[in-house]
């Protein structure tokens, strides 16, 4: 059986208490202590899974050096979601809102990307299998447990999504420097909003299939945002226009 190690309070917490996928193992710092740390125990000792207190510099090693704050968790990997499901559901939600990523490399932008997702109303998230980070340990420590709130859906193909979710009736807007000031756009739903790498920012082909570029207004020296901190302001927008 397919298992991963996964690290931090947030992360242990949210996998604890969302139920999605099953923990095998509990780790604790044998040095650590703390109410968050005491009630994760209690919750795995709850459900049959027997706590073991490891020396923290054995714990630095299995999380290969991330912070994993006195908590490692051994679990199945998060359930996965097809496309073609995630389509079939929409009718419980029409106006929806979903997340295509194009080209962000960086697990630590992944992870903020994420929880950004699930704190700010998107519920499906498309991420490529290629040229794209993973769901590694270190994105989903980043994510804060997020990931247990939000569908991640593993594409091979983001151009041909896009082709098939604009059948379905998907407005699609690409987030750039030079679209549409995001406040003046009128979003339709259902939503799917493309985010782009910090260099590159969107592919040629992908910025084809946009039906709107929208960008964000800034003011100062700064030429660009972080993807991630763009893409929270992008999400609250579409969220809030609901």
Avoid at 207 to 212: A, F, G, I, N, P
Wanted: some cysteine; proline content about 5%.
């Amino acid at each position: 059986m397919a298992s991963e190690f996964l690290y931090g309070i947030n992360t242990a917490e949210e996998i604890f208490n969302a139920g999605r996928r099953r923990v095998l193992r509990l780790v604790v710092s044998s040095r650590e202590k703390g109410p968050r740390i005491n009630k994760i125990v209690n919750i795995a000792r709850g459900r049959g899974i027997r706590p073991e207190f490891m020396d923290p510099r054995k714990m630095d090693r299995i999380a290969d050096g991330g912070n994993h704050q006195g908590v490692i968790i051994e679990a199945e990997p998060a359930p996965k979601m097809t496309l073609e499901k995630a389509v079939s559901e929409l009718d419980k939600n029409p106006r929806a809102i979903w997340v295509a990523l194009d080209g962000i490399t960086d697990p630590m932008n992944l992870g903020a990307i994420i929880r950004s997702a699930a704190c700010l109303g998107v519920s499906v998230i498309l991420l490529p299998e290629r040229r794209s980070a993973t769901l590694s340990a270190s994105a989903q420590k980043t994510a804060s447990g997020a990931v247990e709130r939000v569908d991640i859906i593993e594409i091979t193909n983001l151009n041909r999504a896009i082709l098939e979710l604009k059948e379905r009736g998907f407005w699609v807007y690409g987030l750039d420097m030079k679209g549409q000031p995001l406040p003046d756009v009128e979003f339709s739903y259902p939503s799917l909003i493309i985010v782009g790498s910090e260099g590159e920012g969107l592919h040629q082909k992908t910025r084809e299939h946009c039906d709107v570029m929208i960008s964000i207004p800034q003011k100062g020296g700064v030429q660009s945002l972080n993807a991630s901190n763009a893409a929270a302001i992008a999400f609250y927008e579409a969220s809030r226009k609901l």
